[in-house]
């Protein structure tokens, strides 16, 4: 079973950074994408970054310019920047993971989550 573990997710005030980390465990599965999404209560998760086999990532609008994804394949792992947060950046960010099998469905997201990490952006 893929395991996704999430983390530095916290607490900061507008204008500040934060840079979340993923990290992929259990089952040796090949990711052929990772990527982040957010959701706030009652809204549906939406997709904030991800990034797939050749490396291109892809943003939300609301979020292009202010963060970067990357991605370290030997580490199996996946970095979330994100600079100049804003109040509307609060959510619970959740990892993705979409197999190498599944490579067709790309950009949506794959079968695998992690537990989610809380950002809070608040004066």
């Known amino acids: 079973q893929v395991q996704l573990v999430e983390s530095g997710g916290g607490f900061v005030q507008p204008g500040e950074s934060l840079k979340l980390t993923c990290v992929q465990s259990?089952?040796?599965?090949?990711?052929?994408?990772m990527g982040w999404y957010r959701q706030t209560p009652g809204n549906k998760r939406e997709l904030v970054a991800t990034i797939g086999g050749i490396g291109i990532p892809k943003y939300a609008e609301s979020v292009s310019g202010r963060f970067s994804i990357s991605r370290d394949k030997a580490k199996k792992a996946v970095y979330l920047q994100m600079n100049n947060l804003k109040e509307e950046d609060t959510a619970v960010y959740y990892c993705?993971?979409?197999?190498?099998?599944?490579?067709?469905?790309?950009?949506?997201?794959?079968?695998?989550w992690g537990q989610g990490t809380q950002v809070t952006v608040s004066s």
């Open positions: 259990g089952s040796p599965v090949q990711l052929y994408a």
């Open positions: 993705n993971g979409l197999g190498l099998s599944q490579e067709f469905m790309y950009p949506a997201p794959g079968d695998y």
